[in-house]
C-alpha cells in the first residue's frame, strides 16, 4: 500500500469521524439553540395626557380629578374639545428576551394599523369631534403580534358646535330675522302710514267736497230723491195722491223793488226766506222754490204722509207771525216793513227733477195753481186755504170761511182764512199747541205707520208664514181698538198699544227665532221717523215683549194687547187657524206634525183665561168647547 492510498484511508476515516460526532451534537446543539417560546404580552399603559400639559394617567394611577378611566371596560370619560390633543405612553416589557416593536392604530383617524416602532409613544394633536378607540400591541422579532390594548373615548365637539350653541344659534338667527322682519315691517308700516295719510288727506278732501256736493245737491232736492239720482242717474217722476202746496209772496213787491236799495232788497229777501226754509226743514215740509218774492213749498213730499195739512197751516201761521214780529221792530224804529200773503191748497200733485245741467226738483199738477190762485186771492198778513185743506185742518184750527170766491180757471172755491189753533189745543191761550194737539195729530200719524206696516208685512213677509201673517196682524189691531175703546183707555195708550199691535209680529219678516226681540228692533228703526219719543218706543217695546209665551200682562196696556192676540182662542174659526198655525210650526221646525201641535195647544187652552172683561164678553166659543173640538182633531 502506497503513501497516496495511506493518506485517501486516513482522509475518509476523518470524513466519518466528523459525520459520526456530528450526529451526536447536532440535536444537542439543536436542543441549546431553540429556546422554549414565549407568549407576547399586551402593552402596559403607562401615561396620559390630554391637550399639552393635563397628566390624566400616570404609573397605573388616575391623577385627574376632571376625568376618568375604567380600563376593565377600556373607556375614558369624555374629553372636552380644547384637550384634543392626546399623549399616549406605554411601558416597555421588563422580563422580556427580544426586542419588542409596537404598533398602534386609531379608529376614527387612522386608516390601518401604522407601522412598526419602538417608540413606546403615540402623540396625536388636533383630533375633531367625535367617537375614537385607540389600540396598541406588539410584534415580536419572529413577526408576530401579540393581544391588542384598547381605549375608547370621545371628543366632545367644541361649545360652538354643542346643541345648546345650535339652540342659540337658531335663537339667534330667529331673533335676527324677527328683528329684520320687524325692521321691514316697520318701514312698510311708515311707508304705509305715509301712504294712508296722504290717501286719508285726499279721502278726506274728496269727502268734504262730496259733502258739499250732496249737501248742495240736497238742498236743491230732497234727500230720497236726491239718492235716487246718484244711484240711477236719473229720478223717476211720482205721483202723490195728497199733498199740501203753500204759496207766499210780498204784498207790493214791485213798487218796493222800484224804491229800495237792491242790496238791501235782496239782503232782507234772504233773511226771511232763510227763516221760512228753517219753519219748513221743522215741520217736515219740503222747499221747491223761490221766484222773485214768492216762496213755495209743499208738504206729504217725498215722504207721503197724511199730517201734511195740519203741518203746512203751523208753517204758515209760524211765518205770519215771524213777518210781524219784523214789522213790529220795523214801526219802532219808523221804517215800513213787508207783510206778505200765504195760500194753501191740498190735493194730488207730480213731483220730479227736470233739467239736464241745472236740476230742479218741481212739482205739477193743478193742485199748485190753486195754491197759487189761494195766494193771489187772500190778504196780507193773514193766511188764506182752500176747501179741501179746510176739511183736513178743521178739527185743529179756528177757521173764518170766507164764501165762494171766484178763482181765475177754476170757478168758484169755498175760501178759509185760518185765525188761529183752537182754543182747547192751546198752551195757555199763547198761540202755541199743547200736549192734546199733539196727541191729535199723531193719532193721524198712527194710520200712516199702519200703511207702512201692513204694506210691509203683505209684499216681505215669506210665504212659509202661515199665521203670523198680515191677516192676524189686521185682526189683533182691530181687536185692540174694539177692546181699547170699551176699556175707556186714553188717546195716548190706544197710540202706543195699537202701535204694538202693528209691529208684534213684524219680526217674522227676519224669520221666526226670536222674533219678538226682532220686532222691537223694526220699532225702534221705523218709529222716529213718525216722531214719536225714546219713552213711547221703549212703551211699545215692552208691550211687544208682554205677548212673548208664557204670557204674563203687567198692566191694563199689556192685558189689552196680549187678549186681542189671543182672541182667536175664542172665535168659531179656530180650528181652521189651529191648522194654520200647525203649518207654519211645522215649516219652522217646531214640531214634526200637526198632531203633536195640536196636543200642546190643548193644554195651552186650558189654562188660559182672557184678562179684560171685554175680551172675555166677544168670546163666541168656550175654551172647553174649543178643546174638545181639537181632542177630535186628534
Known amino acids: ?10 482522509k475518509k476515516y476523518n470524513y466519518l469521524l466528523i459525520f459520526f460526532l456530528s450526529g451526536l451534537l447536532v440535536p444537542v446543539c439543536l436542543s441549546a439553540q431553540a429556546p422554549e417560546q414565549q407568549e407576547i404580552p399586551v402593552p402596559l399603559f403607562n401615561k396620559l395626557i390630554l391637550g399639552n400639559d393635563s397628566v390624566c394617567f400616570s404609573n397605573g394611577n388616575w391623577v385627574s380629578d376632571n376625568f376618568d378611566i375604567d380600563l376593565g371596560k377600556h373607556t375614558l370619560s369624555p374629553i372636552p374639545f380644547y384637550l384634543n390633543s392626546l399623549y399616549f405612553e406605554f411601558k416597555l416589557p421588563e422580563n422580556s428576551n427580544s426586542t419588542l416593536n409596537f404598533q398602534y392604530f386609531l379608529e376614527g383617524f387612522d386608516d390601518d394599523w401604522l407601522n412598526f416602532t419602538l417608540n413606546n409613544i403615540k402623540e396625536y394633536t388636533y383630533l375633531d369631534d367625535g367617537e375614537y378607540i385607540f389600540h396598541a400591541r406588539y410584534l415580536n422579532a419572529a413577526g408576530e403580534t401579540g393581544k391588542t390594548f384598547s381605549l375608547n373615548f370621545r371628543i366632545m365637539p367644541p361649545v360652538y358646535r354643542s346643541k345648546i350653541a345650535y339652540l342659540i344659534y337658531v335663537i339667534f338667527v330667529a331673533l335676527i330675522l324677527w328683528a329684520i322682519i320687524r325692521a321691514r315691517t316697520f318701514q312698510f308700516a311708515k311707508e304705509r302710514y305715509k301712504l294712508e295719510r296722504i290717501i286719508n ?7 268734504k267736497e262730496m259733502d258739499k256736493i250732496e249737501n248742495l245737491l240736497t238742498n236743491v232736492l230732497p234727500k230720497d230723491t236726491a239718492d235716487e239720482l246718484k244711484s240711477k242717474g236719473k229720478v223717476a217722476k211720482k205721483k202723490y195722491k195728497m199733498a ?17 236799495n237792491p242790496e238791501k232788497l235782496i239782503d232782507e229777501l234772504d233773511t226771511f226766506f232763510f227763516h221760512f226754509d228753517s219753519v219748513a226743514e221743522k215741520f217736515n215740509i219740503e222747499k221747491i222754490k223761490t221766484i222773485g218774492d214768492a216762496y213755495m213749498c209743499a208738504g206729504g213730499i217725498p215722504d207721503k204722509n197724511r199730517t201734511n195739512p195740519i203741518e203746512v197751516v203751523l208753517a204758515a201761521i209760524e211765518m205770519q207771525e215771524y213777518m210781524r214780529e219784523l214789522k213790529k221792530e220795523a214801526n219802532s224804529r219808523g221804517q215800513n216793513f213787508w207783510d206778505i200773503r200765504i195760500g194753501i191748497h191740498t190735493g194730488p200733485v207730480i213731483a220730479g227733477v227736470v233739467g239736464q245741467k241745472k236740476l230742479s226738483y218741481d212739482i205739477w199738477g193743478d193742485t199748485v195753481n190753486t195754491a197759487s190762485r189761494m195766494e193771489s186771492s187772500g190778504e196780507a198778513g193773514k193766511v188764506n186755504i182752500s176747501g179741501s185743506t179746510y176739511e183736513f185742518v ?4 179756528i177757521c173764518e170761511y170766507r164764501g165762494k170766491m171766484p178763482v181765475k180757471y177754476k170757478g168758484e172755491i169755498d ?12 198752551i195757555d191761550m199763547k198761540g202755541l199747541p199743547n200736549e192734546k194737539f199733539r196727541i191729535r195729530l199723531q193719532l193721524l200719524r198712527l194710520l200712516d205707520v199702519e200703511e207702512n206696516m201692513l204694506s210691509k208685512m203683505e209684499n216681505e213677509l215669506p210665504e212659509i208664514i202661515g199665521f203670523h201673517n198680515l191677516k192676524h196682524t189686521v185682526n189683533v189691531s182691530t181687536q185692540v181698538e174694539l177692546i181699547s175703546r170699551a176699556e175707556g183707555i186714553s188717546d195716548e195708550e190706544m197710540i202706543l198699544v195699537q202701535t204694538a199691535a202693528l209691529f208684534h209680529d213684524s219680526g217674522f219678516l227676519e224669520g221666526f227665532e226670536n222674533h219678538k226681540q226682532t220686532s222691537c228692533f223694526y220699532a225702534r228703526d221705523i218709529l222716529p221717523k213718525y216722531e214719536y219719543s225714546n219713552d213711547q218706543i221703549e212703551t211699545v217695546c215692552k208691550l211687544i215683549m208682554s205677548t212673548q209665551i208664557p204670557i204674563s200682562p203687567a198692566n191694563k196696556l199689556e192685558e189689552i194687547l196680549c187678549d186681542a192676540n189671543f182672541a182667536y182662542l175664542g172665535r168659531v174659526d179656530f180650528i181652521d187657524i189651529m191648522k194654520n198655525q200647525a203649518k207654519e210650526m211645522i215649516n219652522f221646525n217646531i214640531v214634526s206634525s200637526e198632531k203633536e201641535w195640536f196636543e200642546k195647544q190643548i193644554g195651552f187652552i186650558k189654562d188660559h183665561e182672557f184678562y179684560t172683561a171685554t175680551a172675555r164678553v166677544l168670546r163666541d166659543v168656550s175654551k172647553e168647547e174649543q178643546g174638545k173640538k181639537l181632542e177630535e182633531l186628534i
Open 394 to 397: 178743521k178739527e185743529f184750527f
Open 244 to 260: 199740501t202746496v203753500l204759496f207766499s209772496d210780498i204784498q207790493g213787491f214791485t213798487k218796493i223793488a222800484e224804491e229800495m
Open 415 to 426: 175760501m178759509y182764512f185760518v185765525n188761529g189753533i183752537r182754543p182747547e189745543l192751546l
Open 1 to 10: 500500500m502506497g503513501i497516496q492510498d495511506m493518506k485517501y484511508l486516513r
Open 201 to 207: 288727506e285726499r279721502t278726506e278732501g274728496m269727502v
